[in-house]
């Protein structure tokens, strides 16, 4: 749960790279913890999207939770926590991925601000996914510790 919003109804939205003016993010299901300290996502596909990293920065200005991250210039890496709308992220999804979408329309989707199938707030996660990261990657690395390593000797 991220402050009153049940992690169930979220999306993780990560910006994988920036180039130019451009964004990449990849939209995926909600990860979880396993019983071993290991981040799980469901099984369904990852998606990427591209759009103006200037209209995403003014978004999150409007957007961004916690208020005291709303400055933060929009890097790589960064992570949120976003709730959507499902019909109307498929909607957006199956035309993105359309070479048959007129030029117009693609650049409109580039701008966050038109898109029906996000709403507001964004859930700045960067700081808590990159402690996940970092803690499922020690757990991969490590097996679990024999018991006999917390016997007295």
């Known amino acids: 749960m991220i402050g ?13 790279e920036l180039f130019a003016n451009t964004a990449e993010l990849s939209i995926s299901s909600w990860p979880v913890v396993d019983a071993l ?7 369904e596909p990852t998606t990427h999207v591209e759009v103006d990293a200037r209209r995403m920065q003014s978004f ?34 199956e035309a993105h991925g359309s070479s048959e979408t007129p030029e117009r329309a693609r650049t409109r989707m580039l701008d ?19 402690e996940a990261a ?4 020690y757990a991969a690395l490590t097996g679990p510790l024999p018991r006999s390593a917390f016997e007295r000797r």
């Open 4 to 16: 009153k919003i049940p992690t169930a109804r979220l999306r993780y939205v990560v910006v994988d």
């Open 37 to 43: 300290g290991r981040l799980r996502f469901a099984d």
């Open 60 to 93: 999150l200005r409007r957007h961004r939770m916690p208020r005291k991250a709303v400055g933060r210039v929009l890097r790589a890496g960064d992570a949120f926590g976003v709730t959507v709308r499902a019909r109307e992220l498929t909607a957006f999804l």
């Open 112 to 130: 966050p601000r038109t898109w029906e199938w996000l709403e507001p707030s964004i859930y700045d996660v960067t700081s808590a996914a990159k």
């Open 134 to 137: 970092k803690l499922s990657y």
